[in-house]
């Protein structure tokens, strides 16, 4: 078994939830992003790796998973590619990428893009799970006329997960050039 897979956190049906929610979205803006399906693996690695680092630390889980995936040569991924997982983990919250942040300053213009998308539709799903109660039983994504839609279906109003995905969304709005919008449909 790999390390990481004995250290994910107790609450893996949030890391299901979100990797759940990633791969929707992932797969409506295909023909946006045109990425294939090496890069949707690595998207549901990072996705289901994404809170690695509550498992090692209270603080800075996000660049404590990165440092963790980064060296766990267990994981089944080339160096390249656990640099990828490793920075989409690191970037799932918080400030924006820099050029000058380690491991992201070495990478091609085109693994820096591969990161910002992977990162920027973590950081929405995982906002669209901000309760951890897995609410959203269904998303779509759509780009249209400059604006980034994501159409959840739910339980309740969704507002926590609302808000807290259109927090999130600042990655997802770069890569894309583009607003958002969250809309919600309660569940009948």
Do not use: N
């Not at 267990?74 to 918080?94: I, Q």
């Not at 950081?123 to 759509?142: E, P, Q, Y």
């Not at 006329?145 to 507002?159: A, D, E, H, K, N």
């Amino acid at each position: 078994m790999h390390k990481a897979a004995l250290l994910l956190t107790e609450d893996s049906r949030h890391a299901e939830q979100v990797c759940r929610l990633s791969l929707a979205v992932y797969d409506d803006l295909f023909p946006v992003h045109g990425s294939g399906r090496q890069t949707r693996r690595l998207l549901a690695a990072a996705a289901l790796l994404h809170d690695i680092g509550w498992s090692v630390s209270d603080v800075s889980h996000h660049k404590t998973g990165m440092a963790f995936i980064a060296g766990d040569r267990t994981l089944p991924f080339s160096l390249h590619e656990r640099s990828l997982v490793a920075l989409a983990v690191r970037y799932h919250r918080g400030p924006l990428p820099k050029r000058h942040h380690p491991l992201y300053c070495g990478l091609s213009k085109q693994d820096r893009k591969t990161v910002c998308l992977l990162a920027g539709i973590i950081r929405i799903a995982d906002g669209l799970d901000h309760s951890h109660c897995s609410v959203v039983r269904s998303v779509h994504a759509k780009l249209s006329s400059g604006t980034l839609v994501i159409s959840c279906t739910g339980s309740g109003r969704g507002s926590p997960e609302r808000r807290t995905a259109a927090k999130k969304a600042d990655m997802l709005m770069k890569v894309f050039s583009a607003g958002i919008r969250i809309c919600w449909e309660k569940c009948p």
